[in-house]
């Protein structure tokens, strides 16, 4: 396998190893673990797969999980009482409330209803401008697993180039929030970004997070960049690609992340990591 490879398997599975030894430990001092409630609304495919995966990474790890699945005419008022059950329930550390919601919903509003305490996802605008003002929080898992990467493989992020690509509130801005504070110096770019292939040619590291499959190509890599691909984006042939051209991107990048098996997992991982945090908390 090649030596530029930024694995999130092998990322994942050393901190997911570091958070079953500490579940271990509180069941055996507490004689409790922690717990996580899933909210799934209707029959979104992937979002099904996503619950499940999830649903397996506690049970690796030792970490009780529930799912509430809803039928897709669930209304606002009856998935609000469910979320303000879950908000009260003691064993329930975190809740994640599986994304896209069925369009009569409002999101926002269901986001916000969530316990910021519980809000394992760092959604909650509580915990968004906690992480604004670099104040401990939940922190968005997928960017919070970016950042995670980097540091196992002691990739260097003070003073560099960083280019995120995407603008998203549980993506895009998150990460280039942490990437700040790690002392990059940061460009956001979107749709509306002009010269984007310049932009991108000028960057150290590369976040790229908007969807698009294959759109990052050799020629807008500088040599040696370190690229992070959080794209998940299913071709016609039915395989899965990154937002980069991996097989050429791979040639020119100092280390690269591939898809899947790169940010993916660290998502689930840090998903894991704070509701355990949030145990944590709820017992101190
Ligand atoms: P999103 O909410 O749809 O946001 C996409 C962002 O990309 C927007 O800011 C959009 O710009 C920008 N964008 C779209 N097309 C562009 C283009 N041609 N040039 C420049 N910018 C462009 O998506 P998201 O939720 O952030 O997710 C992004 C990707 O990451 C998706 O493929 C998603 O499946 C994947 N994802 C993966 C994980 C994981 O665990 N691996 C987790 C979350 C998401 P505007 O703001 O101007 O519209």
């Not at 994942?12 to 079953?20: A, D, L, N, P, V």
Request: with cysteine; net charge neutral.
């Amino acid at each position: 396998m090649s030596n530029k490879l930024i694995d999130g398997k092998v990322v994942s599975e050393k901190i997911r190893g570091e958070i079953k030894i500490s579940v271990d430990k509180l069941k055996k001092k507490n004689s409790t673990v922690p717990g996580l409630a899933a909210v799934l609304v209707g029959e979104d495919g992937p979002s099904q797969i996503y619950v499940r995966n999830k649903r397996k990474a506690c049970e690796n790890v030792g970490i009780y999980s529930e799912e509430h699945k809803m039928p897709e005419n669930t209304s606002e008022d009856e998935l609000l009482k469910l979320i303000d059950k879950l908000n009260n329930q003691e064993n329930i550390n975190g809740i994640l409330i599986q994304l896209p919601l069925p369009k009569h919903i409002n999101e926002t509003k269901i986001l916000n209803s969530v316990n910021p305490d519980k809000d394992v996802d760092g959604f909650h605008p509580v915990n968004a401008g906690n992480l604004f003002e670099g104040k401990p929080s939940y922190i968005a898992c997928t960017p919070h697993g970016i950042i995670k990467m980097l540091e196992h493989y002691e990739l260097d992020i003070e003073g560099k180039n960083a280019v995120v690509l995407g603008r998203s509130n549980i993506v895009g801005k998150p990460a280039a929030i942490l990437l700040l504070q790690k002392n990059a110096t940061v460009t956001v770019c979107h749709s509306r970004t002009k010269n984007i292939e310049e932009i991108l040619k000028n960057a150290d590291i590369i976040v790229a997070a908007i969807g698009r499959a294959k759109y990052v190509t050799k020629s807008m890599v500088k040599k040696d960049a370190i690229v992070i691909d959080v794209g998940i984006n299913r071709l016609e042939t039915g395989k899965l690609v990154g937002d980069v051209d991996f097989d050429e991107v791979h040639d020119i990048a100092s280390m690269i992340t591939p898809v899947p098996g790169g940010v993916g997992p660290m998502t689930i991982t840090m998903l894991l990591w704070n509701t355990l945090k949030s145990y944590e908390n709820s017992i101190s």
